[in-house]
């Protein structure tokens, strides 16, 4: 790709591009083909950009996916604003994929495969190649008098690519040279389909989409299943999740909508939780329990920065107004709080009535820090502050507690 690029500079002299290498660190050759595409790119005085990925850590996706999910991470991590990802992907590379997602049982989603042109974070990916087979990118370069080097991790038809690279398709050519072309037309058939029905399914979806991210069920049994599911579909995919099984989206419909008596059920994927709360499901990351959890705040007069990406605390001049702790007195953050508090009455309030009150759902409530003074409660920050009479005629300060979910905490509920 880099000679074809280079011979269109020629031609337009205000086309600037780089290139980047992904050493994947898997083969004993991985850094002599580093080597090599650093060499080709001085030969081109075209800027360089190697880049290694952590090795090979198991997961339930396997070794492909958590591959490719490392190389688009650092791929992104080192596009430029208004830069253009350019990739190599050809058209045997397209079949390979619509053939993956058929043996996973994909829907119109999966089967139309790779698209032409997408976004990728704030860049554009463009696989310009798309249209055109290995074969042909073989005969131009040999015709170019071009050196290259193979990966030899390519050979091993242990992966599923590999072994309908190696042992499917040149059976399937043997039989019908034009299947790999004709196929071509079929996805792009089911990929503009596809545009049409997500269309139409999205209008929908935006009735059942709420501003905080969760969806609202009341009435979603008015539709039939494939709507339903599509509506379930699209609710994942708004998310930027993992889009789960045709099994486990019926699992969604079947025990979290259809089942409403339960008490906030909640289904577990690999990377997220779906929850239901009243007439509305919730999608979230799976966090680390802390409820036991006890941070000592012993400098309090520098930011706190809490577990879980729960955002930090701070001292301020316009946050939740509240009694000073003495001397004397350790401020502590739990996220548990005693069954009850004292109300403005000075009366024992559950504050299981105050979180209902207020309608956050049981999750949140877990992710709420609670401020003690030694083991007196005096706050859940920016919700509810206590009235206990060892607070009062105390000096006052202002604390405050930002996170990326609610942003600023800071009205009490008294």
């Given at each position: ?114 698209p032409y042109i997408k976004k990728i974070g704030a860049n554009i990916h463009c696989r310009p190649l798309l249209y055109v087979t290995k074969q042909e990118i073989k005969n131009w370069a040999i015709n170019q008098k071009l050196s290259w080097l193979s990966d030899s991790s390519n050979q091993n ?22 299947f790999i072309k004709n196929s071509m037309r079929s996805i792009k058939l089911i990929n503009e389909e596809n545009i049409i029905l997500n269309q139409f399914t999205y209008k929908i979806f935006n009735k059942y989409l709420c501003s905080n991210g969760s969806l609202n069920i009341i009435d979603i ?194």
């Amino acid at each position: 790709m880099i000679t074809s690029i280079y011979s269109f500079k020629k031609k337009n002299h205000t086309i600037k591009f780089r290139a980047i290498h992904i050493n994947h660190n898997y083969d004993k050759n991985s850094n002599q083909w580093s080597i090599f595409c650093k060499n080709i790119c001085e030969k081109y005085d075209v800027e360089c950009i190697i880049q290694s990925i952590p090795n090979y850590k198991k997961n339930v996706y396997g070794i492909e996916a958590y591959f490719r999910i490392e190389r688009y991470k650092a791929i992104q991590k080192n596009l430029l604003k208004s830069e253009i990802l350019l990739t190599a992907h050809h058209l045997n590379d397209q079949l390979e994929t619509f053939l993956l997602a058929l043996k996973r049982g994909s829907g119109p989603t999966g089967l139309s495969s790779m698209p032409y042109i997408k976004k990728i974070g704030a860049n554009i990916h463009c696989r310009p190649l798309l249209y055109v087979t290995k074969q042909e990118i073989k005969n131009w370069a040999i015709n170019q008098k071009l050196s290259w080097l193979s990966d030899s991790s390519n050979q091993n038809i242990k992966f599923d690519r590999n072994f309908i690279r190696h042992q499917i398709l040149p059976k399937i050519e043997k039989k019908w040279p034009f299947f790999i072309k004709n196929s071509m037309r079929s996805i792009k058939l089911i990929n503009e389909e596809n545009i049409i029905l997500n269309q139409f399914t999205y209008k929908i979806f935006n009735k059942y989409l709420c501003s905080n991210g969760s969806l609202n069920i009341i009435d979603i049994n008015r539709y039939n299943e494939t709507m339903r599911n599509l509506i379930l579909r699209h609710w994942i995919k708004f998310h930027h999740q993992e889009m789960p099984s045709y099994h486990k989206i019926n699992m969604i419909y079947n025990e979290l909508i259809l089942m409403p008596n339960s008490i906030n059920p909640k289904l577990q994927f690999h990377k997220f939780e779906i929850i239901r709360y009243k007439t509305f499901i919730y999608i979230l990351p799976i966090m680390k329990k802390i409820n036991n959890l006890i941070i000592f705040w012993k400098n309090y007069n520098k930011p706190l920065i809490l577990p879980n990406q729960l955002g930090i605390i701070q001292s301020n001049l316009y946050g939740n107004n509240l009694p000073i702790p003495h001397s004397n007195e350790i401020v502590n953050i739990r996220f548990q709080a005693d069954k009850k508090c004292i109300n403005q009455n000075h009366k024992f309030i559950e504050i299981k009535k105050i979180w209902q009150k207020m309608r956050i759902p049981p999750w949140e409530r877990k992710r709420i820090p609670m401020i003690y003074y030694n083991n007196h409660f005096i706050t859940a920050l920016g919700y509810y502050t206590s009235h206990s009479k060892i607070l009062l005629n105390r000096k006052k300060w202002c604390l405050s507690w930002y996170n990326h979910i609610n942003h600023i905490h800071g009205n009490n509920y008294n």
